[in-house]
């Protein structure tokens, strides 16, 4: 079902619309202004219906959008652009004149992160965030257009930022210091590794359509799977490719090999069943395929930083 807008969010040149339904705990999704210009987006919670996210006007110049785990679609009103993302991913937005529509996907936890920088920043850079300038002009040399997406997958040094972020208790002053800190490091960690992500886009659009939508196939028989998962030949047979070219295609469109992939769906999907609080460890490790619990905790452990528990 989808929510009806009743939220309304103005600023000097944009308007966000937001759907918040009646269930939506407190404190599981807020927007904080960092700075002029520059807010931070944060879900966390398991979505129970479609929440909406529609903007108008004058678009943010850029947004970073940080997907650890759920899934959304946006639309680009007047280019006749649907694109659909799941899972971890990080994606960087160029908007023009665009109106967007974000759509959030609901029955599985959701948790994002996402930094929105809005023209009346570059406007008033005597907030001393010479950074974002610098960061700006990069955008501006690799020419990308209005709603360009760049996808990559979220490193170990950015999800624990991330972490930090959605994990939080500090109030008042703490607050505010603790979340610049945390989007500046995020932003100039972007802005290292900015040239990379653009190659790694260019790559995706790369890949024939034949081969993107057998390995959306592959992927999506992955998952279904998860307890019992092919051998790599295997899936790659069903594919109807070779194992290499199959591991390159995940390369491409969501920055891992097969192997990886499986581990990465693996463990979200234990830390969501997890998190449901019915299941002990041991039960949520051999439903995710894990055999042996402590290789379970300790892969567990290194991807989200804590040993699980129920």
Known sequence: MTVDYNTFITKECHETHLSIPDWLEENSFYITRIWQGLELWVLDCTVLEEIIFQTKGCLPVIQFHYNISGQYEVQFEGQGITTEYEEEHLGIYFYGTTNTVWKITPGTLNQFVSIRIYQEFFNNCAQGISILSTLLGKISEVSIKNSSRCINNISPQLFGILQDIIEYR????????????????????????????????KQDRNIPLQDRQMTQYARRYLEDNLQSPPSLAALAKRAGMSSGKLNNCFRQLYGMTVAQYLRHKRLFKAKEMLQRGDLSVTEVAFLVGYHSPSHFSKSYKNKFGKLPSS
Do not use: I, N, T
């Open 170 to 201: 500090f109030v008042g002053l703490a607050e505010k210091q603790f979340l610049e800190d945390r989007v500046f490091h995020l932003l100039l960690y972007q802005f290292v590794k900015l040239s990379p992500l653009v190659a790694s886009s």
